[in-house]
């Protein structure tokens, strides 16, 4: 498991069930780094929407049911103690919304094409991310991934999945797409952004109830140093924060102005809405200061639907993590039942680390450029319309290319 | 509308070049060398000019407290390892400091202060780096009886000699300051350590190898260790690791124009139904 992002989801869904601001904890152990180090670091606790805690809390709330005593699990401990049975159930019933998830998403899918559904549950990224992390972006994909579907039919709905995607902030870089494709009519507008209203009313309810620790915590999302799998890593390696700051600003300004560069483009050209939506989730991850492994997971399902997504970008996270992550993610639970096999695995991530230690940051840096030179590659084939080949020895282009009978793209179709 | 596909292809080669451009651009980042303290992590912070680099615990190490480098070399400046002060050999009346103590660092204006917490009476240490020599201070508010390590592996010569066929314990004459060698890359580096007062005693350990710790017991309230190496800033050409990254974006987004530009004409992807 993540145990730091699940620690994350226990934590705070404990004390959203105790009555308490999950968003005060965050910003006051912040304060506490920050004044204890002179460093400006961030504690990264829960920094989702609300609407998250509505569905997760409700099923750690069934494994308290379950296991009404001995039940304390402390997934932040410097030396991890793991309960058993109580890990296992826990961690199945925490991570069944992303499970169920998952399955919606494969039958929604299958209807449409039932090899998407089969690759989209067969994929090893989608099953490490789900059924070994448990990061929950496959839920942010489904409702991607539902918005799009339903958006011509039901308006309403599909701004309520899109608000509910909101739990990850990064899915507000579709908003201006969404407001402006609902403009045909102010009937259609008033409906998408009525769902929207709805999905989001715990936040608002946050933003009443306790604005500072709410906006603190929604704050760091959009501060945290340049980190993950993109093109700023190599500014991971440099030597400290104050100077990473000063990265992550630059990198800021390069985000901004790319996205909005390829907003306006794509509201321009009047591309498709998948490619649309998948070219700006897309150059999210190309161009965001902040890139994790699991980010892709939000993207897959309506990226599948487009014939212009290279599905090689889901090899590189899996590669990322294996030089990346800390040997814990991997060996819990299951290694931590026994002292033998933490013993074992504790030798085999030992002599891992010294095999690929020396070299480990050179690898991490060239996966990640591969990946984002990948992502931007693919941008740029969602941009691209089809047009007449350029060479007269490849005649086939002119015939292979499907268009429309007026010659151009069609809206509704990816 | 050839005229406008080949502007258009045009358009999109000079974005290309743009995003390789850019990322060759920060990849130069490892190689630039901010001055002064920084931080990484709650316990992590580390220390930069022209001269001296100063560690305090690393994360692949979190016993060197601080570990002092050299920065030399042309036209990159390398990491010359000069002396590390561990933590996990040192000792405050008979507790470690590593092991028995709590430590929290916080970046003052005139470098790192370290409170030690969980003895009596309370003890700190301060780094600071000056143009000559890196200082670490240790204070308390009482006297208390200190066992400091000083680690490099391996020294060539301490006071002189490397001890080699001498009999256990190498004691070395307790005086103010230390004279100290040891060979990197082929160079002899000499330095020194300064102690603001005598201490009781100074010995020196050796394995197999050579000389590689040096002991100072010390009683009383404050200590201050300046370390300060003899002809700095010599040049000698050095491929520093960090200039890989650069080599990789290049080798990378030479790649990625080379796809872009060729592919197109090359390999018709078909497309997926």
Request: hydrophobic letters at 45%.
């Given at each position: 498991m993540n145990v730091w992002d699940i620690g994350t989801i226990l934590e705070a869904s404990r004390q959203f069930l105790n009555g308490e601001d999950v968003y005060r904890q965050v910003a006051e152990r912040t304060y506490m780094l920050r004044q204890s180090?002179?460093?400006?670091?961030?504690?990264?606790?829960?920094?989702?929407?609300p609407q998250a805690l509505l569905i997760f809390a409700p099923f750690y709330r069934l494994y308290t049911f379950i296991f009404p005593a001995e039940n304390n699990l402390d997934l932040r401990a410097a030396e991890l103690v793991l309960p058993y049975p109580q890990i296992h159930v826990f961690l199945l019933l925490i991570k069944m919304p992303i499970i169920l998830a998952d399955v919606v998403v494969i039958y929604l899918l299958s209807r449409r094409e039932p090899r998407l559904g089969l690759f989209y549950a067969l994929n090893p990224y989608v099953l490490f991310i789900t059924a070994i992390w448990g990061n929950f972006d496959p839920l942010v994909g489904l409702f991607l991934l539902a918005s799009y579907l339903c958006f011509h039919e039901r308006r309403i709905l599909s701004g309520f999945l899109y608000g509910l995607s909101?739990?990850?902030?990064?899915?507000?870089?579709l908003l201006p797409l969404f407001i402006v494709r609902s403009l045909s009519s102010w009937r259609e507008f008033a409906k998408f952004f009525l769902g929207v209203s709805i999905a989001s009313l715990p936040a608002i309810c946050y933003l009443f109830v306790a604005p500072n620790s709410f906006l603190n915590a929604m704050l760091f999302q959009g501060a945290r140093p340049v980190n993950g799998m993109n093109m700023y890593h190599v500014a991971s390696i440099v030597q400290g924060i104050f100077f990473q700051t000063a990265i992550t600003r630059v990198a800021m300004l390069i985000f901004a102005s790319a996205l909005l560069f390829l907003t306006y483009m794509v509201l321009r050209e009047r591309l498709p809405m998948l490619n649309s939506m998948v070219m700006l989730m897309l150059a999210y991850m190309t161009f965001a200061p902040v890139t994790n492994e699991q980010h892709l997971a939000a993207l897959m399902p309506l990226a599948l639907l487009s014939q212009r997504f290279d599905r090689k970008l889901c090899i590189f996270p899996l590669l990322f993590t294996a030089f990346n992550a800390t040997y814990i993610y991997f060996a819990t639970p299951i290694f931590w039942t026994d002292i033998a096999l933490r013993n074992l695995y504790v030798a085999l991530h030992g002599a891992w680390a010294e095999a690929i230690g020396p070299y480990s940051s050179y690898v991490r840096y060239f996966i990640s450029l591969s990946f984002a030179f990948l992502a931007f590659g693919n941008v740029h084939n969602h941009f691209q319309l089809q047009m007449p080949a350029l060479d007269k020895r490849f005649p086939a282009i002119r015939t292979a290319l499907p268009t429309a009978a007026s010659g151009s793209p069609s809206y509704k179709t990816g | 509308m050839p005229n406008k596909f080949l502007a258009g292809l045009k358009r999109r080669t000079l974005v290309d070049i743009l995003f390789v451009a850019l990322i060759i651009s920060l990849s130069f980042a490892p190689l630039i060398c901010p001055m002064g303290w920084d931080g990484r992590a709650p316990r992590t912070f580390v220390y930069q000019d022209e001269t001296y680099c100063v560690k305090y615990s690393d994360e692949t190490v979190s016993t060197d407290k601080p570990h002092i480098f050299l920065l030399e070399g042309w036209p990159i400046k390398s990491l010359i390892d000069v002396v590390e002060l561990s933590d996990h050999q040192s000792f405050v009346n008979g507790l470690n400091l590593y092991e028995d103590l709590e430590s929290h660092g916080r970046l003052m204006d005139d470098g790192l202060t370290i409170v030690y917490s969980g003895s009596s009476p309370m003890l700190t240490k301060s780094i600071t780096v000056t143009d000559e020599e890196v200082i670490v201070r240790y204070e308390s508010d009482q006297p208390v009886e200190l066992r400091l390590t000083l680690w490099r592996w391996y020294f060539s010569a301490v006071e002189g000699s490397d001890?080699?066929?001498?009999?256990?314990?190498?004691?070395?004459?307790?005086?103010?300051t230390l004279n100290f060698e040891f060979i990197d890359g082929g160079q002899t580096y000499r330095g020194v350590v300064k102690l603001s007062d005598e201490p009781l005693n100074v010995e020196v350990c050796r394995d197999s190898i050579g000389l590689n710790k040096i002991i100072i017991d010390y009683v009383g309230s404050h200590l201050s260790i300046g370390i300060a190496l003899d002809e700095t800033g010599r040049y000698s050409f050095k491929i520093a690791k960090d200039l890989l990254y650069p080599l990789m974006s290049i080798f990378s987004g030479l790649a990625y124009l080379g796809v872009r530009r060729y592919a197109f004409m090359v390999k018709i992807r078909p497309n997926r139904t």
């Open positions: 180090t002179g460093l400006p670091l961030y504690y990264h606790g829960f920094a989702y929407l909101l739990i990850k902030i990064y899915t507000i870089v | 001890y080699r066929g001498m009999l256990l314990p190498l004691k070395v004459e307790p005086k103010k």
